[in-house]
T-cell receptor, first 119, second 111 residues
């Protein structure tokens, strides 16, 4: 039973290029979260998605960043026209949600992260 | 605004001592509480969760929850150098299944 899978593990992009980060949630999980972590800093929430829906994108920069979680396939975090300040580790987490059960049994499990370096 | 606060540390304890990590949260509607451990350069890994007031023990780890005080803590008994990591507190308020993380407390266990 594979865990949360992120790819690529490492990504190098030149300034102005696009970065696409992929996340496949754990089997049966329908909720995906994206976080960014700068060196020596904590996790910063970016976006929370369910299949085909963006639930909360309050942590996403207003420009250049977008996320999707299609009905089929992985969740994608897309960064257009990357700048050096985008260099960070991007973590994806997934959780299971059972309607009516509230927050019980809704642990979030993390992927190994994608380390983006913009040169 | 939903906030999760942790002391950033660093917290240093000698090997064999008890390490105490604390977390407060602002949303009284929070339903579940999690502690994650993150080694440098690695992803966070879940070590404990707690839903009810009181203590929950798992090996050398004990999570304590006090909803009236909006406070959750993690105790690590017989600390080992391998426990040296950043510990992240996370809260799920239930509505919408959103997780909120603290910035983490750095723990160093000195041999």
């Amino acid at each position: 039973n594979a865990g949360v899978m992120q790819n690529p593990r490492h990504l190098v992009r030149r300034r102005g290029q696009e970065a696409r980060l992929r996340c496949s949630p754990m089997k049966g999980h329908s909720h995906v979260y994206w976080y960014r972590q700068l060196p020596e800093e904590g996790l910063k929430f970016m976006v929370y998605l369910q299949k085909e829906n963006i639930i909360d994108e309050s942590g996403m920069p207003k420009e250049r960043f977008s996320a999707e979680f299609p009905k089929e396939g992985p969740s994608i975090l897309r960064i257009q026209q990357v700048v050096r300040g985008d260099s960070a580790a991007y973590f994806c987490a997934s959780s299971l949600f059972i309607p009516g059960q509230g927050a019980l049994n809704t642990e979030a499990f993390f992927g190994q992260g994608t380390r983006l370096t913009v040169v | 605004q939903k906030e999760v606060e942790q002391n950033s540390g660093p917290l240093s304890v000698p090997e064999g001592a008890i390490a105490s990590l604390n977390c407060t949260y602002s949303d009284r509607g929070s339903q579940s509480f999690f502690w994650y451990r993150q080694y440098s350069g690695k992803s966070p890994e879940l070590i404990m969760f707690i839903y009810s007031n009181g203590d929950k023990e798992d090996g050398r780890f004990t999570a304590q929850l006090n909803k009236a005080s909006q406070y959750v803590s993690l105790l690590i008994r017989d600390s080992q150098p391998s426990d040296s990591a950043t510990y992240l507190c996370a809260v799920n308020i239930g509505t919408g299944n959103q997780f909120y993380f603290g910035t983490g407390t750095s723990l160093t266990v000195i041999p």
